[in-house]
């Protein structure tokens, strides 16, 4: 297992247990749940552009060999797409989702994506990811140690977290 997987399944243990133990005594806890999402993010500046390499992962509700993930709001597979457009609209850049790792034992999905010459500079980015709605990042939570993080069942059960998808620091 190489120090990226450990690190990844460290980061996805570590914001599993900081959201469970925010849950009340009420959820019930012998149902499937799912974890925070964890994924890494890295970007290169070059004249006027950055590169985007980032994941989308965590303990979906169900996962399967395939790279299928189903989470909360949504599910995500390999071949998903990714948009990424400016402030004013314009598309920025487009790819789709690559599978990393699944682990159908404990339902952990891995996905990532890349997106090269990204113009640097703007306002806000708006990012698509497969069904998921539309959200607005800032330059800085597209680059590393930024991840996309899908909201969980216990997140959404507790009430703790509102938005289905969003921007989160590895190890936070």
Not at 36 to 48: C, D, I, M, N, P
Not at 143 to 161: C, D, F, I, K, N
């Amino acid at each position: 297992m190489t120090n990226k997987r450990i690190g990844s399944i460290v980061a996805v243990v570590a914001a599993t247990t900081f959201a469970l133990a925010g849950c009340s005594d009420s959820v019930d806890t012998s149902a499937p749940t799912t974890t925070q999402a964890q994924a890494t993010t890295t970007a290169e500046a070059k004249s006027g552009t950055f590169d985007i390499n980032m994941h989308v992962a965590g303990m979906a509700d169900k996962s399967y060999a395939s790279g299928l993930c189903k989470f909360y709001d949504a599910s995500l597979q390999p071949g998903d797409p990714v948009v990424l457009k400016g402030a004013d609209g314009s598309l920025l850049g487009k790819s789709t989702l690559v599978l990393d790792h699944v682990d159908t034992t404990s339902d952990l999905c891995d996905l990532a994506f890349s997106i090269k010459g990204v113009k640097a500079g703007e306002s806000a980015y708006e990012i698509t990811v497969g069904d998921y709605k539309p959200i607005v990042v800032s330059e800085q939570e597209l680059q590393h140690p930024y991840y996309l993080s899908p909201r969980t069942s216990v997140q959404a059960a507790a009430g703790s977290e509102s938005q289905p998808i969003k921007p989160d620091k590895v190890g936070s």
